[in-house]
């Protein structure tokens, strides 16, 4: 069965520094969202994205995130200036040819900022 | 805003024991439910959904759920659990942006421990 899959599974980094999170979604899927967990916390949303642009991104998505389609296949979260408090899991999904489909999830990437 | 309640974050139960983990929603509109579940160092996975039709919904691994549109409710429920059910399960719903995409509002969790 097609998985969403994500790497790195865990990434260290230094506070001010940048980090890319890559997923690869679903290889038909449309549709593709970043959601994250801080620890102890709910899963709260991020960003969607379809048709190679954003379509709808909460309040936590501010100008240190982007996101980006660079080919056919990746689906990448970059955190331009890493905080403390981006330390959190991070999950990639993707849903199908419906926007109102249900959403796959990835495996996650923690990210643990020092 | 739309939100979800999970009541209890934590259970623990012996196996054959009979579970129900209660999900409240506050959206009043149309709504679509799901359960996913994460085992430990694993994702989430879907565990069973409610779209529309029977408000009794079966997934995976004997779970079954009720949405109860007059409550607000989507309960999980399985008769028996066993060890391999230990997991953390999650209360999802489907709701609206202005763009008329769909983001997914979770609940805190349950996590569950059952015991040999």
């Known amino acids: 069965e097609p998985e969403v899959t994500q790497t790195p599974s865990h990434q260290v980094t230094q506070m001010g520094q940048e980090v890319i999170l890559r997923c690869v979604p679903i290889?038909?899927?449309?549709?593709f969202y970043w959601y994250r967990q801080i620890l102890g916390q709910k899963v709260e949303f991020l960003v969607s994205?379809?048709?190679?642009?954003?379509?709808?991104k909460s309040e936590i998505f501010d100008d240190q995130f982007s996101v980006e389609r660079p080919d056919g296949s990746n689906f990448t979260l970059k955190i331009r200036s890493t905080k403390l408090e981006d330390s959190a899991m991070y999950f990639c999904?993707?849903?199908?040819?419906?926007?109102?489909?249900?959403?796959?999830f990835g495996p996650g990437t923690r990210l643990l900022v020092l | 805003a739309q939100s979800v309640s999970q009541h209890n974050h934590h259970v623990i139960l012996s196996e054959a024991a009979s579970l129900e983990l209660g999900c409240n929603y506050s959206?009043?509109?149309?709504?679509?439910l799901f359960w996913y579940v994460q085992y430990p160092g694993q994702h989430l996975q879907l565990l069973l959904k409610y779209f529309s039709g029977d408000p009794l919904v079966k997934g995976i691994k004997g779970f079954e759920a009720e949405f109860i549109k007059s409550k607000f409710s989507f309960n999980l429920r399985k008769p028996s659990v066993q060890w391999s059910d230990t997991a953390e399960y999650f209360c999802a719903v489907n709701t609206p942006m202005n763009t008329g995409f769909q983001k997914l509002v979770f609940g805190t969790g349950t996590r569950l421990l059952v015991s040999p």
């Open positions: 999904a993707s849903t199908g040819q419906g926007a109102w489909e249900t959403q796959y």
């Open positions: 959206y009043g509109g149309t709504v679509n």
């Open positions: 290889s038909n899927h449309l549709y």
């Open positions: 994205f379809y048709n190679n642009e954003i379509s709808e």
